[in-house]
């Protein structure tokens, strides 16, 4: 949590997918420590594991489950034991991902399927199980999306392709669910230092400068950024903020998102020669 920032979650029961490391985990982190009961769920039960002792510092209660998002009958029982737990879920964050560069022509339809099937699917399935345990009026549901979403890039046709799904399901469930009370927004993170997924599509100091020179605050993000919009968004001060798409990304997506990947291949290709 940023130093003096006024959200308190105490008594609040938030569920992060995906929520064992990189941003999601910091995203779990922020709101165990402004006092909200906080589950999350991945596949690798040690990932589960550590994540859980991370947050039970906080002193508030923690729940951690071992899953694979494309699975929708385990997400739901995760889901339904976290609501037994905890009572109704007032945050639901759906962050879980995979991605990884790949021209369109080095991508089986399996590696297509399997980003679909994670992202999208998964984001539908964690919705889709969560909505019946979810508080009504009430409740905020945050799926992270990507700058992919909106902007064509170089070797991420299945990224692109999934969080633009992505998107339109944020904005789909929103127009469903208002009536119910419950609001569904996405953010849309820039370039976040220290992630996996920065790791994987930023892999040299020299890409980092050529991303960061391409930030218009000309700086990577930090998960503690991404995780205070979530604090804000999913309380009373964004009551009337639903189906939004919101960058945190320091004005990446204006232009800078763009070409980025472009250059990124031509010297992945120029540096193997
Ligand atoms: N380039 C091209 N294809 C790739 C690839 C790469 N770098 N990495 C994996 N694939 C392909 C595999 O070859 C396989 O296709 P095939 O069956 O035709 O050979 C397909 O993708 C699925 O791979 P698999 O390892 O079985 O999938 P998985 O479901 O176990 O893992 C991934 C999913 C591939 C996305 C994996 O990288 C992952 O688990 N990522 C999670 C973490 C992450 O990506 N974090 C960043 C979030 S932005
Ligand atoms: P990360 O650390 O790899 O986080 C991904 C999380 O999802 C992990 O906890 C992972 O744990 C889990 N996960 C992956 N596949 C799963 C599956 N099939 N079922 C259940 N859980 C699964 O990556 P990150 O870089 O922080 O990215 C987090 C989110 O931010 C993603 O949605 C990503 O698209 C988005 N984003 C990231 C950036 C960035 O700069 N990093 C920028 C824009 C958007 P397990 O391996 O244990 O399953």
């Not at 392709?161 to 993170?189: F, H, Y």
Request: aromatic letters at 6%.
């Amino acid at each position: 949590m940023t130093e003096g920032q006024p959200f308190d979650y105490s008594g609040r029961c938030v569920f992060v997918a995906g929520g064992t490391s990189g941003i999601n985990l910091g995203i779990a982190h922020a709101y165990a420590k402004a006092g909200a009961s906080v589950a999350v769920l991945s596949r690798s039960q040690e990932k589960v594991d550590k994540a859980v002792a991370e947050l039970r510092e906080y002193g508030g209660p923690v729940l951690g489950f071992s899953a694979d998002v494309r699975e929708f009958d385990d997400v739901a029982a995760a889901l339904a034991t976290a609501r037994g737990e905890f009572g109704e879920l007032d945050v639901l964050v759906s962050g879980a991902a995979g991605n990884f560069p790949a021209p369109i022509t080095a991508l089986s339809s399996n590696a297509f399927k399997s980003v679909i099937g994670i992202d999208l699917i998964g984001t539908f399935n964690v919705l889709r199980a969560g909505y019946e345990h979810l508080r009504k009026p009430g409740a905020a549901v945050i799926n992270i999306s990507a700058p992919q979403s909106s902007i064509p890039m170089q070797m991420q046709v299945h990224a692109c392709s999934a969080k633009a799904g992505v998107d339109m399901l944020t904005q789909a469930c929103a127009v469903e669910w208002g009536a119910a009370g419950v609001r569904v927004n996405a953010i849309i993170p820039g370039p976040i230092t220290g992630t996996e997924g920065m790791a994987r599509l930023a892999p040299t100091p020299e890409i980092e400068q050529i991303i960061i020179e391409s930030v218009p605050l000309a700086r990577y993000g930090s998960s503690q950024e991404i995780a205070d919009c979530c604090l804000w968004l999913s309380s009373p001060m964004a009551s009337y903020v639903t189906g939004a798409l919101i960058p945190v990304d320091g004005g990446w997506c204006l232009g800078g998102a763009a070409q980025i990947f472009t250059e990124m291949r031509r010297r992945l290709e120029n540096s193997r020669g």
